[in-house]
């Protein structure tokens, strides 16, 4: 198990004086292993404040930083390759396909961003983005009100549990996230899952069932056709053809009587495309089809309130 302490965007003095009490409460000596800060630290002692927290330091450079850092860094942390970036070099700022290429570029699991002091975390294809807001809850243009806020990895193989630590009205919340590193080997290279509130569970393998075995049939032999015997076909005269074509009508002793539709029988379709007004019925249209229901589904990590 290694702790990584993420926080950044401190921005001290120039848009706050310290940490939250509460937060320097927390971060206790001797508990984390590793400190990463995408940037804008912006003075000395800051840098020095964190180091008495964890002597294994890493920070990039911010656009209010004077402090000598490359603006990306990869750290390694058992099997995560962390990348760290300000994200001021990101158009638009905090847009998740704009740091899905950074991360492409870096080739990393976790990629880690500052700049718009709002935390931020995204499940990306099989990476995660992460961005731990504002450690003192500095300005930004990025949203009205800045909520301070820190997370902490517990990283354990592949496997990272970030614990998200806020200040809401004076008093620190913490919520839990968890991501899996999906295993890129073999032929299965994402496991299946099922996501749940509390965690992600596997899904059980699918059990592989024996086909059957089929004994060829061998072929039959072809029937012998039937013979038959087939009358003679009768000679008919043309005038005998013309009748059966063209009958004679019947005589009849009366008057030719005249088909009535009794009323209520249905007529046929009007000819030429031509509808008789008095003849259409009124009737209601078919009802409209109401949309199929879909339930949300919601990709990235898991969300848990301690």
Do not use: W
């Not at 570029?105 to 935390?119: N, P």
Request: proline fraction near 12%; aromatic fraction near 4%.
């Amino acid at each position: 198990m290694v702790l990584a302490l993420c926080i950044g965007d401190l921005h001290i003095p120039h848009r706050a004086s310290d940490l939250p009490p509460r937060f320097k409460e927390l971060l206790q000596p001797g508990k984390i292993h590793h400190v990463l800060c995408p940037g804008n630290l912006c003075s000395r002692e800051v840098l020095d404040y964190l180091k008495t927290v964890c002597s294994s330091i890493h920070f990039t450079k911010g656009d209010f930083d004077d402090l000598d850092a490359p603006e990306d860094k990869v750290v390694t942390i058992e099997n995560f390759k962390i990348g760290l970036c300000h994200g001021h070099q990101v158009v638009p700022g905090g847009d998740v396909e704009a740091l899905g290429i950074l991360l492409r570029r870096m080739d990393v699991d976790i990629l880690i961003t500052g700049h718009t002091h709002k935390f931020q975390v995204e499940q990306f294809e099989d990476h995660l983005l992460m961005n731990p807001g504002s450690g003192t809850g500095a300005y930004s243009m990025f949203c009205e009100s800045v909520v301070p806020s820190f997370a902490l990895m517990d990283i354990n193989g592949s496997k990272v549990d970030v614990y998200i630590y806020e200040m809401i009205n004076g008093e620190s919340k913490i919520r839990k996230m968890e991501f899996i590193k999906p295993s890129r080997g073999g032929s299965n290279p994402m496991p299946s899952a099922t996501q749940a509130n509390g965690g992600t569970h596997l899904a059980p393998p699918l059990e592989s069932k024996p086909t059957p075995s089929v004994k060829p049939t061998p072929p039959s032999a072809p029937p012998e056709p039937e013979v038959t015997n087939t009358p003679a076909p009768e000679t008919v005269s043309p005038a005998e053809k013309a009748e059966e074509k063209n009958p004679l009508p019947e005589a009849s002793s009366g008057p030719p009587k005249i088909q009535t539709l009794a009323s209520g029988t249905p007529m046929g379709p009007p000819v030429n495309g031509t509808e008789n007004d008095a003849e259409k019925e009124d009737s209601d249209p078919p009802p409209i089809p109401k949309p199929d229901e879909f339930a949300e589904v919601t990709f990235g990590a898991i969300e848990d309130e301690i």
